[in-house]
């Protein structure tokens, strides 16, 4: 549980742990039910209509501009979105 | 504002209580203007949404300006659209470009989008009057909009129940009399229940006919945005401004041309002479409320007297859509959350010099996201990781190809399907706490979502005084058909009068 918690980057105190793996265990066996249906050689649907290839033209339309997309960022530096440190001084 | 200024038009309660398009009919014909069609709304708005709560946002200048200019068009001789002048409701998951846009989480409280999603484009175009943005279960997961950070929004018909989910906050606006029209998202189920249960229209499209561009992401291969109103006709109307194909959405379908209105006043003749109507066999019986299946039982018997030949189908593969789809959806949901990365845009947590980006990243999304979210992250992110994707995510992606065969089947041998809309009517605000009880809200809607089929709801009766809708599943592309066998049936019960909102 706590691993998938971490894969799944949230940050969860112990009792909603427990609370969680009970939940989860039950909605686990509940969805597992679709293993009850023979379907080995069924193919997948991944997509209700499917499509391949769609392209669109290949022709340069403009952007938004970089500062109404920055005016909703949690922290700006330098017309840059700032971030945490992600290495440390070794790396 | 005053009533002094709705004197053209009558009074500002005859004016909430018009049908689109007899509004969108007054103001082209100068009977009323825009701007005293949107004070109407909006003072109904004040009047009601303290007891409703049904808007996140509501942004009265906006909404005054845009009506202006639609008057302004007029007078300068420009030919209106069949809606402009029209108020809607927004759901808060579309972006609006410079107004809130949530989709019910606090992890995005006051972000302000930079662009417009295409659909909102679209009505902007069309001279359609936004009030604001609708309250909503968070990033859409939910049946009740229980699971909206920013508290629950109440059923016109009786406030202490819940006015469905997740696109709860536009049902209750379009029952409220707050706006004529407004705009919900559909993954599985969350226009055709939420409209169900406070007794309006509201409509699933084919998957594909509608952009999906500026709609924030839950399950991406079973999002569809679509109308509500209180009549199909209004539904329609509405729905012929928001489909068609868009470049920025590269699962929106190429060539669509759809007519609604056309079917729907077509339709509203009456006569389904030689339209052949399967019932499906599993969406009924054990589990589905008396007063549900009484009422469906007589929207059969309406469908019968207006010349439909009525057959019983079976659909054996309906049984595990539940399972199929909560399996499909949260396993997408948990990739489309993952943008939620403290980065970009909404809340960062955390970001004191002492925790790593990854730390800040897992302590944001623990703050902002609701015990729903995170359960159905988790799910999928289950549901998909390495040893177990086969037997889950692989296993529901080959249930729905056999829920898709079932519908192919089925309409070998009927133009629609119809069930139930929902097993029950609304429940109580705080009733249901556990996730599946909760889940099985969507039985009825969640294989024409599978499917990527477009399916209607539309009022069939009431049960202890609380509305039951009759859903109608049409076959991919067949959009217009769900609208025309819904608008004769519509002719033949008379539109569901909804009663006024009391404290």
Request: proline share 6%; net charge negative.
């Amino acid at each position: 549980m706590a691993h998938l918690a971490r894969l799944a980057r949230l940050s969860v105190t112990e009792d909603e742990l427990e609370l969680f793996a009970g939940q989860l265990g039950e909605i686990i066996s509940a969805v597992a039910r679709v293993g009850e249906v023979a379907a080995a050689d069924i193919e997948p649907t991944s997509h209700a209509v499917p499509m391949t290839n769609v392209y669109r033209p290949d022709v340069v339309v403009p952007s938004l501009p970089r500062e109404a997309v920055l005016a909703g960022a949690p922290s700006v530096e330098d017309d840059k979105f700032r971030v945490p440190q992600i290495l440390t001084e070794e790396a | 504002m005053s009533d002094s200024s709705l004197a053209n038009g009558g009074s500002g309660t005859d004016l909430v209580r018009l049908t689109a398009a007899d509004t969108a009919a007054s103001i082209r014909r100068g009977d009323v203007t825009a701007v005293e069609v949107a004070q109407a709304h909006l003072a109904q708005i004040a009047k009601v949404d303290p007891l409703v709560k049904a808007f996140l946002h509501i942004d009265a200048d906006g909404a005054l300006e845009a009506a202006a200019s639609v008057d302004e068009a007029r007078a300068a001789g420009e030919a209106l659209g069949p809606l402009a002048g029209v108020p809607l409701a927004m759901k808060d998951v579309v972006v609006t470009k410079g107004l809130p846009t949530t989709s019910g989480s606090k992890i995005l409280e006051g972000w302000r989008p930079p662009y417009d999603a295409t659909i909102t484009t679209r009505i902007k175009d069309a001279g359609i009057v936004m009030l604001g943005k609708t309250n909503m279960d968070e990033f859409a997961m939910g049946s009740s909009t229980e699971n909206s950070a920013y508290g629950p929004t109440h059923n016109p018909w009786d406030l202490t129940k819940i006015p469905g989910g997740s696109s709860g906050g536009s049902s209750a606006a379009v029952a409220a009399f707050e706006a004529p029209l407004a705009i919900g998202t559909d993954t599985g189920g969350s226009i055709r229940q939420p409209a169900a249960v406070t007794g309006i229209v509201g409509f699933k499209p084919t998957y594909g006919a509608v952009s999906r561009y500026g709609l924030i992401a839950f399950s991406s291969s079973l999002d569809q945005a679509g109308p509500f109103a209180r009549t199909v006709e209004d539904t329609a109307l509405l729905y012929d401004v928001l489909h068609g194909h868009d470049p920025c959405d590269s699962t929106s379908i190429a060539g669509l041309s759809f007519d609604a209105t056309g079917a729907a006043r077509a339709g509203a003749a009456g006569d389904l002479t030689g339209v052949r109507v399967g019932v499906v066999r599993e969406l009924g019986g054990e589990g589905y409320q008396a007063g549900v299946t009484a009422s469906f039982d007589d929207a059969v018997a309406t469908l019968k007297g207006l010349g439909a030949e009525i057959v019983e189908v079976s659909c054996p593969n309906f049984e595990y859509a539940l399972a199929a789809y909560y399996l499909i959806a949260p396993s997408e949901c948990s990739s489309n959350l993952a943008r939620f990365d403290a980065v970009r845009y909404g809340l960062r947590v955390g970001d004191d010099g002492s925790n790593s980006l990854e730390e800040v990243m897992s302590l944001t999304r623990a703050a902002g996201f609701g015990p729903e979210v995170k359960r159905r992250i988790m799910i999928g992110t289950y549901a998909l990781s390495s040893g177990y994707y086969e037997a889950y995510y692989g296993q529901a992606q080959k249930v729905r190809t056999l829920i898709v065969r079932d519908f192919q089947a089925a309409f070998e041998k009927v133009d629609v399907l119809i069930s139930p809309a929902t097993p029950v009517v609304a429940f109580g605000i705080g009733e249901v706490v556990d996730p599946i009880t909760m889940y099985r809200n969507d039985l009825c809607t969640l294989p024409a979502s599978l499917a990527g089929t477009p399916a209607i709801s539309v009022p069939c009766g009431l049960s202890d005084g609380l509305p039951v809708g009759l859903q109608i599943m049409a076959p991919a592309l067949a959009d217009e058909r769900c609208f025309g066998i819904a608008a004769a049936f519509e002719r033949a019960t008379g539109i569901l009068q909804i009663p006024a909102v009391t404290a």
